[in-house]
């Protein structure tokens, strides 16, 4: 699958490698892990995303640190490579940088439908994760350069991509290349899973009970609705980024099929985060407002009301499971 990847990208002195704004596990994870890679096998690798590292991820950029892209930092390099995403729009302002300086372009990533706007692609949508895709590149290249930092750091990007290997895309593979990162890397699941997961703080928390109060059941209670307004935000002291992980509380409703989390951010619009857990596909039903993703975890927003942005999601909604019963 790397070959020949790995044959044009070592030819670079200094690569830049770039993980998707709002970043999450699977594209930090994989970001440093290939870094990492990059600099074992000769080639100097810098590691950029526009916006910062979540609290509970810092901990991965101690192995390879993450800074924001310039002019002066991306012009240094002779090419880039992003991951977990699969156009440009999805990098900041790597698009930006890449049409006034172009340079030699790669992408890896697992989402559908890429753009075919880059040099070299390396697209599977059957993947788990990002993360499985850099594991195969360092069995292809040398197994032997999975270090402890390497491992928890793909680790990471698999079990947070698979929502802790709960989700359709895992396969027997993806559960025994979980295991062989915890062989080669020589540590315990509970080393990430706490870092990742069991750091919430009171005024996140205080947002969550808010924010459950507001959940709504929709068409026969097979869709659910949940949402985090600006006011909420301000009277916990909380951030958008605390609400990571709060569409499963709907989606884990007996009956639900797909759950939707609103954050009404009033100028910047309503971002939405869909989850399915059923034949719905949320990631056809993100493009319908200005989003898209995976078929069973997509993003999503509209410009307009948080109730203009119910009404409409709702009915897109009411589609898709329509769709699916008529299969």
């Avoid at 002195?13 to 704004?21: A, E, L, M, P, W």
């Avoid at 310039?70 to 900041?92: H, I, M, Q, T, Y």
């Amino acid at each position: 699958m790397f070959q020949e990847f790995r044959k044009k990208i070592l030819q670079f002195k200094k690569v830049g490698v770039f993980s998707h704004i709002r970043p999450d596990g699977d594209c930090l994870g994989s970001q440093i892990a290939l870094s990492v890679w990059l600099e074992k096998n000769g080639v100097e690798a810098v590691a950029f995303n526009d916006d910062p590292v979540p609290p509970n991820l810092q901990w991965l950029a101690e192995g390879f640190p993450v800074e924001s892209p310039s002019e002066e930092k991306a012009g240094e390099c002779d090419a880039f490579v992003v991951l977990d995403g699969n156009s440009p729009g999805r990098f900041g302002s790597y698009e930006k940088l890449q049409e006034e300086n172009p340079k030699p372009s790669f992408m890896i990533d697992h989402h559908p439908d890429p753009q075919p706007v880059f040099d070299h692609m390396i697209s599977r949508d059957n993947a788990s994760s990002t993360c499985e895709l850099i594991y195969k590149l360092f069995i292809e290249h040398d197994p032997g350069q999975i270090d402890e930092g390497v491992a928890k750091a793909l680790y990471t990007g698999l079990i947070t991509d698979t929502g802790s290997l709960q989700f359709d895309s895992v396969t027997p593979e993806t559960v025994e290349i979980a295991a062989d990162l915890l062989r080669k890397g020589k540590f315990r699941p509970n080393e990430v899973i706490e870092k990742v997961f069991s750091n919430r703080s009171l005024k996140e928390l205080h947002l969550l009970s808010q924010a459950l109060g507001t959940i709504r059941l929709y068409e026969n209670n097979q869709i659910a609705l949940m949402y985090v307004t600006q006011a909420m935000l301000d009277a916990t002291g909380a951030a958008s980024e605390d609400c990571e992980g709060f569409v499963n509380f709907p989606l884990g409703i007996a009956g639900v099929k797909a759950a939707v989390l609103l954050k009404d951010l009033q100028e910047e619009g309503v971002k939405m985060s869909l989850r399915s857990r059923s034949d719905v596909d949320v990631n056809l039903w993100a493009r319908e407002l200005n989003g898209g993703g995976h078929k069973k975890a997509a993003g999503a927003w509209h410009p307009g009301t948080l109730k203009e942005a119910i009404d409409t999601v709702v009915s897109i909604g009411a589609k898709q499971i329509q769709n699916v019963e008529d299969q």
